[in-house]
């Protein structure tokens, strides 16, 4: 397992949550799971539901640091990423700023699917501001 794949795929997710929620669709395993700050859980049709609906706000940048990747198996069909996270998106009428700083991992799985980038697909996605 190259790790340059799996920041890259990381990378890509964010990139995505900058330009829609939508957007980060098609890197999602069918049964990814994401837990978010405030006891949120989401998986499914409710991950889905919310990353598509009318109050996603996309993140404006960010800025990752600090990043491992460690392999999760031992025939590099899945790996863990972990790392911090500085994130920025617009509030109100654009002029404010909310600044997320954050711990994260993710987990991510070979697959077959032609739009995931390097071929590999998010299991699961955590967040724990800091």
């Known amino acids: 397992m190259d790790t340059t794949e799996i920041h890259t795929c990381e990378a890509s997710a964010w990139n995505a949550l900058c330009q829609s929620g939508v957007a980060l669709i098609p890197l999602l395993a069918s049964d990814c799971v994401m837990v978010f700050p405030g006891g949120m859980m989401l998986a499914d049709e409710t991950l889905r539901s919310a990353l ?3 109050a996603f706000q996309p993140w404006k940048k ?3 640091t600090d990043a491992r990747v460690l392999p999760v198996d031992s025939n590099g069909t ?3 990423i972990v790392y911090r996270v ?3 998106r617009e509030v109100g009428d654009g002029e404010d700023k909310a600044v997320f700083n954050a711990l994260c991992s993710s987990i991510w799985r070979r697959c ?3 739009e995931v980038p ?4 998010m299991v699961s996605h955590q967040q724990t501001p800091v």
């Open 52 to 54: 598509s609906g009318d």
């Open 62 to 64: 960010y800025t990752i």
């Open 78 to 80: 899945c790996a863990l």
């Open 86 to 88: 500085i994130a920025e």
């Open 112 to 114: 077959m699917k032609k």
């Open 118 to 121: 390097e071929g590999w697909e």
